[in-house]
T-cell receptor, first 111, second 112 residues
Framework: DGGITQSPKYLFRKEGQNVTLSCEQN?????MYWYRQDPGQGLRLIYY???????QKGDIAEGYSVSREKKESFPLTVTSAQKNPTAFYLC??????????FGPGTRLTVL | GNSVTQMEGPVTLSEEAFLTINCTYT??????LFWYVQYPGEGLQLLLK?????DKGSNKGFEATYRKETTSFHLEKGSVQVSDSAVYFC???????????FGQGTRLTINP
């Protein structure tokens, strides 16, 4: 079955700690994305990557970092510099026709 | 810049009612338009799309028509079911671009 997996589903972090969210896809898509979703709000783009070893900042990149060493993987690190990291994080990948396919999400809670 | 505006929610309807969720956009060029649906605790799923003016996207009884003259892409369904309860997002992408711009989402609740 082709798709996008995100792990873990729930993640708890203490203040001041970095944490890495995993995103893997086997759809052979070149482009991948990370979004943040807060309760009752839309999606905000954190980072995106259109090709291996290249990525660009989205609208809210401060306090986050990414890497794209393999086509199928696009991990997101939430650093201690992110002041309000509690949120639902969604990873997506897309075809050239801009149809995005989403993973199930990771809910991050800072304790 | 590009933007998408959806009608404010939440929207609550009875089963078998007619549904309309309004979506208007601002964009340069000729965007593609999308509706995504998010069920509780899950990621988003593509519901339907349209790539040029006057195109009608349809899926699972939902329809939306790309209206360039009114810059709109309203979502409609003739008879909603309890299982349609979810959050619906309108989105656009510009020609040749893969990034999406999302509206704020509209929460829909269908009561039996």
């Amino acid at each position: 079955d082709g798709g996008i997996t995100q792990s873990p589903k729930y993640l708890f972090r203490k203040e001041g700690q970095n944490v890495t969210l995993s995103c893997e896809q086997n759809l052979n898509h070149d482009a991948m994305y990370w979004y943040r979703q807060d309760p009752g709000q839309g999606l905000r783009l954190i980072y995106y990557s259109q090709i291996v070893n290249d990525f660009q900042k989205g609208d809210i990149a401060e306090g986050y970092s990414v890497s794209r060493e393999k086509k199928e993987s696009f991990p997101l690190t939430v650093t201690s510099a992110q002041k309000n990291p509690t949120a639902f994080y969604l990873c997506a990948s897309s075809t050239r026709l801009a149809v995005q396919y989403f993973g199930p999400g990771t809910r991050l809670t800072v304790l | 810049g590009n933007s998408v505006t959806q009608m404010e929610g939440p929207v609550t309807l009875s089963e078998e009612a007619f549904l309309t969720i309004n979506c208007t956009y601002t964009a340069t060029g000729y965007p593609s338009l999308f509706w995504y649906v998010q069920y509780p605790g899950e990621g988003l799923q593509l519901l339907l799309k349209a790539t040029k003016a006057d195109d009608k996207g349809s899926n699972k009884g939902f329809e939306a028509t790309y209206r360039k003259e009114t810059t709109s892409f309203h979502l409609e369904k003739g008879s909603v079911q309890v299982s349609d309860s979810a959050v619906y997002f309108c989105a656009l992408s510009e020609t040749g671009a893969q990034k999406l711009v999302f509206g704020q989402g509209t929460r829909l609740t269908i009561n039996p």
